[in-house]
């Protein structure tokens, strides 16, 4: 293996009807208390929103990114997803030995990569990425929820609830909806 880091990728919202996909990328130090970190679907949001203080504080670099949805609707989720894991990726000025990429699929990066399905509950660079991820989109759902309330992002965060469904039913679709995701294409009502 080359010299440098090793980074961790995870990247939050492939499921939302709503919103962009965000990835993050970190690259933690020997240091980092990693006993800390755990797959952010498990951990309650002023756990994980206390967690990105610290991974932001104490890491050696992170970095997040995202695809918007009309990238999405462009391109289609999966490589709206590794654009946004190679901007993220992008974004780290420390020289890179590996990636380590949550999922089975890795995004072109000019270093080696490795694709580790349930890294996001294992492997604690990615653990960190993901909890980056998570939180950069929430508050972006919430920040589009104060330009679009009729929708309440805050409450959903564009996933495919019962509540964001009958409002779609009620005032159609905002700005930032996935027109290309089927069950936004007419199988929504």
Known sequence: MQDGY???????????????????????????????????????????????????????????????????????????????????????????AQALIDGNRCPPLPCPTVAIVKGDATIPPIMAASIIAKETRDRIMRLASVKWPLYHFEAHKGYPTALHRQICATYGLSPIHRRSFSIVQGELF
């Not at 990105?52 to 890491?59: C, Q, R, Y």
């Open 6 to 96: 090793v980074c961790g990728i995870d990247e939050a919202g492939r499921g939302p009807l709503a919103g962009p996909v965000v990835a993050a990328c970190v690259v933690l130090g020997p240091d980092f208390p990693i006993h800390l970190l755990d797959d952010s679907k498990k951990l309650s949001q002023n756990r994980r929103a206390r967690l990105e203080i610290l991974i932001k504080e104490e890491a050696l670099c992170w970095s997040a990114a995202l695809a918007t949805a009309q990238e999405i609707d462009r391109l289609n989720i999966l490589e709206a997803t590794m654009l946004a894991m190679r901007r993220a990726y992008d974004k780290i000025p420390l020289p890179i």
